[in-house]
C-alpha cells in the first residue's frame, strides 16, 4: 500500500452497465475516492453454473479503475453462495438454534463448516488470487464479509460431528471432560463424545460448560475458514488480507485476525452517537498492535434495509468522523456504498450516487472527506498513533462467558463502550488491548467484566503491577474457571491471594437497598457482585444498607512497586457512572497518566507523534462545539497560529491539530 490515506467505498460492478460504471467513476474521481471495494457477493457472477469460474470481468474492472488512479481491495465471494450449491441440499444449510434450517437467499444461509462449500470455497478463492492476485491496482485482499453478523452458532449435523471432534482434541478423554464440567450434576454425565449435545433447546437450560465451550468451538471454527482462505490467496499474491469485522458479531476477534495482516472494521452509529465508534476505533487499532487498521464500511448519510431505516447524519458530522478514524489509527476510510442498490433488501440504504445517477443527500458531506482528507494527510503521515497508558481488556472469550450466564440481559459490547466513553471523556488517551497482550508501556490496566482470569494472564498482570502498573480489577472478573464452572478454592480463585482480599460473598446485589460509598460518591449498587474482606488490602469503597452493610466493595493493595485494586460490585445510574469515573481518574493521575488533556464532553483529543514533537487532534464529534485546556504552548499546524496554554475554543464539528511545543 501507498504511504497516503485511503478514501474508498464499496461496489458492485456485477450490477451495473458498462454505461453506468463509467459514470460512477467520473463521480469517484470529482469525491477523492482513491479505493473500491468489490466481489464479496458476486460469487454467481464469477461461478454461475458449477464448475465454469470466469474472472475476467474483474480483472477488465480492476484494470479499468486503475487506469484512472483508483485501487482496489478484492473480496473472496464467499458469503453468497450460488443457488446451485444450496438448491436441493438442505444438508448443505445452516441450522439455527431452534432448528430451523435456513434457505436460499440474502447470504451466509450455508454453513461455513460444510465440507462440500468449504470445497467449493477452496476452489473459488484459488481461481480469483491465481488470476487476481498480481494485477497492478489490487492493494489488499479482504475475506468473506463480516463473519457471523447475521447468524452465530451453527447446528447442523456437519457441526455436530466437528464438536464431537473438537471435544475429543480438546480434553483427550470423555471422563477428562465430565470431571472439568462437572457432569455428575443432573445425571448429564458422557459415556463418550459422540454422546455431548449441541446446545439445541432442552427443557430448562444446558450446562454452562456446554453452552460456553460450544461458542468458543464455533468461533474456533470461523477463524480457520478465514485461516485456510489466507494460506490459499497467499500462494498467489503478496498483498496483505484483512477481513471486515466488527463488535457485535459473533467472532473472536482476536482469533479471527491473528493470521490476518490488518484490521478491518465496519461501523455505522448515526451522529448522535459517535461514542459507538470511537470505541470501534480504540478496539480495533489494537486488535493487530502497531498496524494501522481500516474502516472498511460505515454510512455517509444513514443506514436501511426493509424493515428499517436509520437515522441520517447531522450536517458536518461526516467529516469529522473521518478525521477520528484517521487520527486514531486507520489507514483508509470506506463507505457501504458508493451507488444505491436498486434490487435487493438494502434498497433503502445511505449511498454517495442514487440508482438514477444523481448525489445523494450524502455527498456533499463525501465531498467535505475529502477536502479535509487532502489537508490532514501530510500531516498523518508523518505522524503515528501513540500507544495510550491506560489499557483496557477487551475479551470475545468473556462475551461469550456473560452470553451463557448474561446477569440480566447484560450486554458487554454496551458496557464495554461504556467504560470506554467514560475514559475518552476523562480526556485520557486509552488502548481496547487483546487479552494476551504484553504490558508494556502500560501505566494502568483495567480489566472489567471478564469472568475467566487464566493463569497466563493473571502472572502478566501480577507482573504488571509488581513493576510499579495499576491493575483494576472487576466488576465480574474472575468469578468463574475455563471450562464457566465455580472456583472451588476462593470466590474469585487466585486473585484474591495476589489482591489481599477475602471475598466474603457473591449475591445479586441489586434491589437489597445497598449503596457504595467511595470516591466522594454514593450510588446504588447492581448486578452480581463480590462482597469483601480485607486482609492485606485497604477499604477503598463501603457498602451502605443491605445484607452486606459496613463490608468493602473496593480495596487496593500495594503489590511491589504498583497496586491492585478490587472493584466487585457496578455502580449504578448517574452516580454509578459518575463514581467509575472518578475511579479511573483517580487511579490515572496516581499512575502519573500524561496522554490525557481535559477537553468539554463531546470533544475529544487524540495523540500522534510525529519526529520530535507530539500532535494533539482535537475534534468536536457533537456539533455543540467545546473547549480544550492545552497545558503549554503550541502551534496550529494547519494555520500557523501560535496557541497560548489555556482554555481553547472548538467550533461545532471542528477539529484543529496542535503541535505542542
Known amino acids: 500500500m501507498k504511504n497516503k490515506l485511503y478514501h474508498g467505498a464499496a461496489y ?27 466481489g464479496e457477493f458476486a460469487w454467481a457472477k464469477m461461478e454461475p453454473v458449477e464448475g465454469q469460474i470466469d474472472v475476467s470481468f474483474f480483472v477488465d474492472i480492476i484494470k479499468k479503475f486503475y487506469a484512472h488512479g483508483i485501487d482496489t481491495i478484492m473480496c473472496t465471494p464467499t458469503p453468497t453462495p450460488p443457488i446451485w450449491m444450496s438448491y436441493g441440499h438442505p444438508e448443505r444449510m445452516y441450522v439455527e438454534k431452534d432448528g430451523t434450517v435456513m434457505s436460499h437467499g ?104 456446554l453452552t460456553t465451550m460450544y461458542q468458543i468451538f464455533s468461533r474456533e471454527k470461523i477463524a480457520e475458514f478465514a485461516e485456510e482462505q489466507a494460506a490459499i490467496i497467499r500462494k498467489y499474491s503478496k498483498v496483505p488480507i484483512t477481513h471486515n469485522s466488527c463488535l457485535g458479531f459473533r467472532v473472536d476477534n482476536e482469533c479471527l485476525f491473528k493470521n490476518l495482516d490488518f484490521a478491518g472494521v465496519d461501523g455505522y452509529p448515526h451522529s448522535d452517537e459517535y461514542q459507538n465508534f470511537i470505541v470501534k476505533f480504540d478496539r480495533f487499532r489494537n486488535v493487530k498492535k502497531g498496524r494501522d487498521f481500516w474502516v472498511l464500511e460505515t454510512s455517509t448519510s444513514h443506514t436501511g434495509a426493509l424493515t428499517r431505516v436509520g437515522k441520517t447524519h447531522k450536517k458536518g458530522y461526516l467529516a469529522v468522523e473521518a478525521v477520528a478514524a484517521y487520527a486514531l489509527g486507520a489507514k483508509g476510510f470506506c463507505y457501504w456504498l458508493f451507488r444505491q442498490q436498486r434490487t435487493g433488501c ?17 455527498y456533499a458531506e463525501v465531498l467535505e472527506v475529502e477536502k479535509t482528507r487532502k489537508e490532514i494527510e501530510p500531516i498523518f503521515i508523518k505522524t503515528k498513533t501513540v500507544q495510550a497508558e491506560f489499557a483496557i481488556t477487551y475479551s470475545d472469550r468473556a462475551k461469550v462467558f456473560l452470553t451463557t450466564e448474561n446477569h440480566k440481559n447484560l450486554d458487554y459490547r454496551s458496557i464495554m463502550t461504556d467504560f470506554n466513553t467514560d475514559v475518552l471523556e476523562l480526556g485520557i488517551h486509552r488502548d481496547l488491548i487483546n487479552e494476551n497482550e504484553k504490558l508494556e508501556g502500560y501505566k494502568v490496566l483495567f480489566t472489567p467484566f471478564m469472568p475467566y ?80 474482606k480485607p486482609i492485606e488490602a485497604k477499604v477503598m469503597g463501603v457498602i451502605e444498607g443491605g445484607p452486606s452493610h459496613g463490608q ?45 488533556l481535559d477537553v468539554s464532553k463531546g470533544t475529544i483529543a487524540v495523540p500522534r507523534k510525529g519526529k520530535d514533537n507530539l500532535l494533539w487532534v482535537i475534534i468536536n464529534m457533537d456539533g455543540e462545539g467545546g473547549k480544550v485546556i492545552l497545558p503549554t504552548e503550541g502551534i496550529d499546524v494547519l494555520t500557523n497560529e501560535t496557541l497560548l496554554a489555556g482554555v481553547l475554543e472548538i467550533g461545532k464539528y471542528e477539529y484543529r491539530l496542535i503541535q505542542q511545543k
Open 552 to 596: 468493602a466493595f473496593i480495596t487496593e493493595h500495594q503489590l511491589g512497586k504498583g497496586k491492585i485494586v478490587m472493584l466487585g460490585s457496578m455502580p449504578m445510574g448517574e452516580n454509578g457512572r459518575k463514581m467509575i469515573k472518578n475511579v479511573l481518574d483517580h487511579y490515572a493521575k496516581e499512575a502519573k497518566i500524561i496522554l490525557r
Open 346 to 362: 438494502e434498497i433503502s440504504h445511505g449511498s454517495l450516487i442514487s440508482t438514477w445517477g444523481k448525489p445523494t443527500i450524502g
Open 453 to 532: 482470569v487464566s493463569e497466563e494472564y493473571l502472572q502478566c498482570a501480577k507482573k504488571f503491577a509488581e513493576q510499579g502498573g495499576i491493575w483494576i480489577i472487576g466488576p465480574l472478573t474472575g468469578g468463574r474457571t475455563k471450562e464457566h464452572t465455580v472456583h472451588t478454592n476462593a470466590a474469585l480463585g487466585n486473585i484474591e491471594k495476589i489482591a489481599g482480599v477475602e471475598t466474603l460473598y457473591t449475591y445479586h446485589i441489586e434491589g437489597t437497598g445497598s449503596r457504595g460509598k467511595a470516591f466522594g460518591i454514593s450510588a446504588e449498587l447492581g448486578l452480581w457482585s463480590a462482597v469483601f
Open 12 to 38: 458492485y460492478p456485477e450490477l451495473w452497465d458498462k454505461s453506468v460504471i463509467d459514470e460512477d467513476i467520473k463521480y469517484m474521481k470529482k469525491a477523492g475516492i482513491n479505493v473500491i471495494r468489490m
Open 106 to 209: 440474502a447470504r451466509q444461509h450455508i454453513c461455513t463448516n460444510n465440507s462440500y462449500f468449504r470445497e467449493r470455497a477452496r476452489i473459488i478463492t484459488e481461481k480469483i488470487s491465481k488470476v487476481l492476485g498480481n494485477l497492478p491496482g489490487l492493494i489488499a485482499w479482504q475475506l468473506d464479509n463480516e463473519f457471523k453478523c447475521h447468524v452465530g452458532e451453527c447446528m447442523c449435523e456437519t457441526c455436530k460431528q466437528l464438536w464431537h471432534k473438537w471435544l475429543e482434541e480438546r480434553y483427550g478423554t470423555i471422563e477428562n471432560l465430565n470431571e472439568l464440567w462437572g457432569t455428575q450434576i443432573w445425571s448429564e454425565s458422557y459415556l463418550s463424545f459422540d454422546q455431548v449435545p449441541q446446545p439445541l433447546p432442552t427443557p430448562f437450560l444446558h450446562n454452562a460448560s
